[in-house]
């Protein structure tokens, strides 16, 4: 028998035996739940599943992995991103503000969006090792550490860089590695996560550096 629509893809996740499924599986589960034409945030949360905020993270990134401009979402899943790692870090129930819960996305471009980024996690359930240098995935600092970077990934994905190549997608990968590494406890893909977020940093350096060059030569000239 198909799930019924309101059953939760954590749900399907929690439910043993014949029923088990990984998390490419538990993604595309949500993604076929997606209404025809418009899709909040809050519709998105309730088809994961409140409890599943790293599932979250996953499902969030997946589309800042294809160069496709949907307006105004990568704020709101910044922003969503930003607070699950703040509600991590202090052991809260996830909190969403009225206006990014229920701003309406156009839900087309999203789920083309999803399904294209989908390919990037079984190849990430390829090379990820669960409980491989799980020291770096678990404990009380290393819980802090790591959710303050789901953090200051969520910060750069909101940075006013959209029209740049890349400028999402790289913070993208880095949330995509720490999510997937924490729901696996891998600390290698936990490790690639931290990396990737230094990339984010000096690729924003050298665009603002770069920048900033650019128009210092156009007020000389």
């Not at 990430?124 to 669960?130: A, D």
């Not at 909101?158 to 729901?183: W, Y």
């Amino acid at each position: 028998m198909p799930p019924s629509q309101s059953t939760t893809a954590l749900e399907l996740n929690n439910t043993h035996s014949t029923d088990e499924r990984t998390l490419g599986e538990q993604i595309r589960l949500v993604i076929e739940q997606l209404p025809a034409s418009t899709v909040s945030l809050g519709e998105i949360l309730e088809l994961v599943g409140r409890e599943g905020m790293l599932l979250l993270v996953a499902f969030l990134t997946l589309v800042f992995m294809v160069p496709v401009s949907i307006p105004g979402v990568s704020t709101i899943f910044g922003a969503a991103i930003l607070l699950i790692g703040i509600s991590r870090i202090f052991d809260r129930t996830l909190w969403l503000p009225k206006r990014f819960k229920e701003r309406a996305l156009p839900a087309d471009k999203l789920r083309n969006a999803l399904e294209k980024g989908l390919v990037w996690i079984p190849r990430l359930e390829k090379i990820s090792r669960p409980h491989r240098m799980a020291w770096l995935a678990q404990g009380r600092m290393m819980n802090i550490i790591n959710d303050g970077a789901l953090i200051l990934g969520a910060v750069l994905l909101m940075a006013p860089f959209g029209f740049i190549p890349f400028s999402n997608t790289v913070p993208g990968i880095a949330l995509l590695f720490l999510a997937v590494g924490l729901i696996q406890r891998d600390g290698a893909a936990v490790l690639l996560g931290h990396l990737a977020n230094v990339a984010s940093i000096v690729y924003f350096g050298v665009l603002i550096g770069g920048g900033g060059m650019m128009i210092q030569n156009m007020l000389q000239n």
